[in-house]
């Protein structure tokens, strides 16, 4: 048996508002929520935590090399294009220092800085590593190395990952002689 053709026709005056109701109800469906990120820190504040660990070493042994006066303006300059948010310009200075002298610790390390500025972890990691093989293995620089491998961690959700890197953090203060 079938409907009649009559039955299934809406009067010309129902169809805009049929079609009105529709879109209304549409719109009135929740929006499905946006992915949240990972908890974690930026990569700023990574980058803090990172240079924090350098101030906060009260090594008596702090070793500075001589240091090359063109690539220390280039260090300056790079230091500025960071300050002012520009990470590729920082990048590029310090990949030009490198390319001047690529076993340079501090420059390692400000490059791997930078790299976690611009998210790029496995770099940044790798610097750092690259930075304490050639640095002194104490000192502010070694608490930034390691530091560096912390957070990279943690951002990896490698919790004992970062408690090991986090004692070697420890290992890179040379406290010095007890006087009575």
Known sequence: ??????????????VPAALAGLLLAACAQPAPEAPKP??????????????AAG???????????????????V???????????????AAAKLDMALKRNPDAPDVLQDRAEVA????????????????????????????R???TIVEIRL???DQAGAASASKWVGECREPGVQRL
């Open 116 to 143: 976690i500025y611009m998210g790029d972890f496995q770099l940044a990691e790798k610097l750092a590593h690259q930075s304490w093989t050639l640095g002194s293995k104490q000192g502010p620089l070694c608490a």
């Open 155 to 157: 951002q990896a959700n």
């Open 75 to 89: 260090q300056d300059a790079a230091k500025q294009d960071e300050r002012n948010g520009n990470y590729q310009g």
């Open 55 to 73: 101030e906060r070493d009260k090594s008596v042994i702090n070793v500075h090399p001589l240091v090359d006066p063109g690539i220390a303006a």
């Open 145 to 147: 190395n390691w530091q």
């Open 38 to 51: 990972p908890p974690g820190k930026s990569n700023a504040t990574m980058v803090d935590e990172i240079r």
């Open 1 to 14: 048996m079938t409907m009649p053709h009559r039955l299934l026709r809406l009067p010309r005056t129902l």
